[in-house]
């Protein structure tokens, strides 16, 4: 999928057939800022030239070249190409599905619900950002390689990025207080994002006051219940953009108020209109 105005960001998106629950993408950013926001799949970002400064619940980081940086699933984030000037790089974005293909190859002694994870930071490694290039290059929809060489760059460089960071969901998750309450209302907001739903009947679910369930959520997550109920339902509107439907049939059918609030908090987040989402190409 791909932008065309020079004067807006460029992204490319597509799918490799030979990959298992990737997405690959390739961005050039100007003078940009991204609200804050999540994605529904771990995010692995490599620059190629510029730089972006990205901010999570973690703090504030600088991406350049030379770095690798990792956003988890439903991680919220903000940023902005640092210095206004440009950002370009290459990401991958790997859903359930291929985190669990990663699980089986590296780690098959992991449970199916406790896939490998690789926690969420700015890795300063030029040697796995150069591999991590490599093998997202080599995907290109542009370029004819063959689909040995495909998967040998691809699973050398998830074979490096494993090896060294990657930990299981179930470890990285034991250690965090009040997980599993969080988590519950964190599915119930994906289960129910359509409806206005209050703080009340969240605190009754988990059996939690108002305030101690906002704070913790706030702690586990990196902001509180309403605002993360809004970003599930940019996810779900990008997920019936990309299916064909127009930017008001979609505001209508995740719980905005109108057209007009969608596009105002889609661009902000992801850096384009609703409209020119619908627009691009299809992935394959």
């Known amino acids: 999928m791909q932008t065309s105005d020079k004067s807006e960001p460029e992204v490319v998106c597509w799918r490799d057939g030979a990959l298992d629950g990737a997405c690959l993408a390739t961005a050039r950013y100007g003078d940009h800022k991204f609200d804050r926001h999540l994605h529904d799949e771990l995010v692995i970002v490599m620059t190629e030239s510029g730089a972006g400064q990205c901010h999570t619940r973690a703090g504030s980081d600088v991406a350049g070249p030379g770095s690798v940086l990792v956003f988890g699933p439903g991680e919220y984030h903000s940023g902005e190409v640092w210095e206004g000037r440009e950002w370009i790089y290459r990401a991958i974005y790997l859903d359930m599905e291929g985190l669990g293909a990663l699980s089986a190859v590296f780690s098959p002694e992991s449970r199916a619900d406790s896939p490998l994870l690789i926690p969420p930071g700015l890795y300063q490694d030029p040697h796995l950002a150069g591999l991590l290039v490599k ?12 689909l040995l060489e495909r998967q040998a760059n691809w699973w050398g460089a998830m074979g490096m990025l494993v090896g060294r960071y990657g930990e299981s969901a179930q470890s990285y998750g034991e250690a965090r207080r009040e997980a599993h309450k969080m988590a519950q209302v964190r599915e119930y907001l994906e289960a129910n994002y359509e409806r206005d739903i209050s703080v009340d009947e969240l605190a009754e679910l988990v059996g939690l006051s108002r305030y101690y369930l906002t704070r913790a959520f706030c702690k586990e997550f990196g902001l509180p219940p309403h605002a993360y109920a809004t970003q599930v339902r940019l996810l779900a509107a990008k997920r019936l953009l990309a299916t064909g439907h127009n930017a008001a049939s979609a505001a209508a059918a995740v719980g905005f108020y109108d057209q007009s609030h969608l596009n105002r908090l889609f661009k902000r987040a992801y850096g384009i209109t609703p409209g020119k989402y619908a627009a691009m190409k299809p992935g394959h």
């Open 135 to 146: 093998a997202h290059a080599s995907l290109d929809e542009q370029r004819a390689v063959s």
